[in-house]
């Protein structure tokens, strides 16, 4: 096993996946120091190969891994495969419903003679109805109501990115996470679920709850009733757009000296935030041509410095260039499988101090195949 010095050293993962979701997971429990063996058919994961927007994923979610090329249709790939799962403490898949079953590489069939196995399924949905159902991020978000709350009435519109997938991911890993708690108690593994669909219908909980306490349909966030009366986006000189929110009446009175606006400051009939909510319309409109005037540039000091939220509107090609994610160790050098350097962002976590970082070169196809098939045969380490 690897040295790590994480809190997963030790534990051996064998991940079936391909795209996001499986990967995430994988990704996760590697940068926390589990060793994962990336099982891929022969030529590679397909996933490698994705143009468009897909282009990242490989990159993006698996990081810290090893590549192992296992043919698992064939009868020596499979007996590989399980031979390596018996050595092994967890199993991520991602496969569509049923596929992993007819290959005998299931929970059911595995836990027969691991019994220590966890297993972690990443599907569209959790078992129902719908379980047989082909899923992908944006059928959920469409079925599950974020398409619908994010664009405006009557054009519903993806979130920009592949946020279900991703957070399936973490969940399937907080779920291998307190599997492994719960057998150091009992001895025993069990299966674990993630699911894309309840997933993104926890990401709409916010909004269904809203329904309930009210008896009424929550708008499109695009025509919602704002709760705050400065909560939004403005073009500033240049046609440069800055978002800021004033969510206190403190706020809004700093906000109107930092734009030289003593008129509003001194409104009575703007005292409170209830009584700005009702004129927001002609408010936004008095704010928006004050800030025409002003440049992003010496604005934004000068709200930071008042303590105003604020956030330029940022692409993702600048962010390789953002100053935070740079200083903080968020964003750093990985070397990818054709030995180029790229920027690699780290999970949102700090433990003890440290970021988990990168530890390896992201793996080529089958780059650790002869050093993991060497290994088969030889005792597997007791359960920690």
């Known amino acids: 096993m690897d040295r790590t010095g994480l809190p997963l050293e030790g534990i051996r993962v064998i991940e079936f996946t391909h795209m996001v ?7 996760i429990l590697a940068d926390l120091g589990a060793e994962v063996i990336k099982i891929e058919p022969p030529g590679g994961d397909k996933t490698r190969k994705l143009p468009g927007l897909g282009i990242g994923f490989f990159r993006s979610f698996n990081r810290n891994k090893k590549s192992v090329v296992l043919d698992i249709q064939s009868p020596e790939g499979h007996a590989a495969a399980v031979e390596l799962i018996g050595q092994s403490d967890v199993v991520l898949e991602n496969f569509r419903p049923g596929l992993m079953k007819k290959l005998g590489l299931d929970y059911g069939t595995l836990s027969r003679d691991c019994p220590h196995l966890i297993y972690a399924s990443h599907k569209g949905f959790l078992p129902g109805p719908y379980e047989n159902r082909l899923a992908l991020d944006e059928v959920v978000q469409n079925m599950a109501g974020l398409t619908y709350m994010t664009g405006p009435r009557g054009r519903p519109l993806r979130a920009g990115s592949s946020v279900n997938d991703i957070m399936g991911g973490m969940f399937g890993a907080i779920g291998v996470l307190a599997a492994l708690q719960e057998r ?34 929550p708008p499109p966030l695009p025509s919602r009733v ?4 400065v909560y939004d986006v403005f073009t500033l000189a240049d046609d440069e757009q800055l978002f800021i929110g004033a969510v206190s009446d403190k706020q809004f009175q700093t906000l109107c000296q930092v734009l030289e606006r003593p008129d509003l400051a001194g409104d009575a009939a703007l005292a ?20 025409r005037s002003h440049r992003i540039e010496e604005l934004q000091p000068r709200l930071e410095a008042a303590g105003i939220p604020y956030a330029p ?30 920027q690699a962002v780290l999970l949102p976590l700090l433990m003890g101090g440290r970021r988990p970082g990168v530890r390896r070169p992201l793996p080529k196809v089958g780059e650790h195949t002869a050093e993991i098939m060497a290994r088969l045969h030889q005792q597997r380490p007791a359960l920690s």
């Open 184 to 217: 150091h108690r009992t001895g025993r593994g069990q299966e674990i679920q993630s699911a894309l669909f309840e997933n993104c219908a926890l990401l709409a909980s916010q909004h269904m709850q809203q329904f309930l306490m009210t008896g009424e349909a």
């Open 21 to 27: 979701m499986g990967p995430t997971c994988g990704m």
């Open 313 to 342: 509107i940022v692409r993702p090609d600048q962010l390789v260039q953002d100053r935070h994610l740079l200083e903080s160790g968020g964003l750093v050098p990985m070397q990818t499988e054709d030995g180029e350097i790229t």
């Open 272 to 291: 409170t935030n209830a009584q700005r909510v009702a004129v927001r319309p002609a408010l936004l409109e008095k704010l928006g041509e004050t800030l």
């Open 226 to 229: 704002s709760a705050w009366s």
